[in-house]
Nanobody
Framework: QVQLVESGGGLVQAGGSLRLSCAASGPSFYTYTMGWFRQAPGKEREFVAAIRWSGGWDGYADSVKGRFTISRDNAKNTVYLQMNTLKPEDTAVYYC????????????????WGQGTQVTVSS
């Protein structure tokens, strides 16, 4: 069983930045594709970004492209989501996810989820 623990959420003003972290553990977690999803109140969970532990591929939702960057630190078993130029519409609970297959935008596909971390962007 892969365990995912997020941290780094909080309250920030529009235009500001936050960095989320996702610490992974468990058997063979490094073979998974890692990603971030988010869910705002009253809305469905949506894909944000994904990356492979092995590198060579990452992907972003159009709504965050150019503002968010996903990265990994293999030595620390941690995936990061650097969020810049935040907007009020980025307000949501952000979830780290792990998938045996390549991550797509389908929120039903990930095999494992973290507990989520709240990001609130004030206008």
């Amino acid at each position: 069983q892969v365990q995912l623990v997020e941290s780094g959420g909080g309250l920030v003003q529009a235009g500001g930045s936050l960095r989320l972290s996702c610490a992974a553990s468990g058997p063979s977690f490094y073979t998974y594709t890692m990603g971030w999803f988010r869910q705002a109140p009253g809305k469905e969970r949506e894909f944000v970004a994904a990356i492979r532990w092995s590198g060579g591929w990452d992907g972003y939702a159009d709504s965050v492209k150019g503002r968010f960057t996903i990265s990994r630190d293999n030595a620390k078993n941690t995936v990061y989501l650097q969020m810049n130029t935040l907007k009020p519409e980025d307000t949501a609970v952000y979830y780290c996810a792990a998938n045996r297959a390549t991550m797509t935008s389908n929120p039903n596909e990930p095999d494992y989820w973290g507990q989520g971390t709240q990001v609130t962007v004030s206008s």
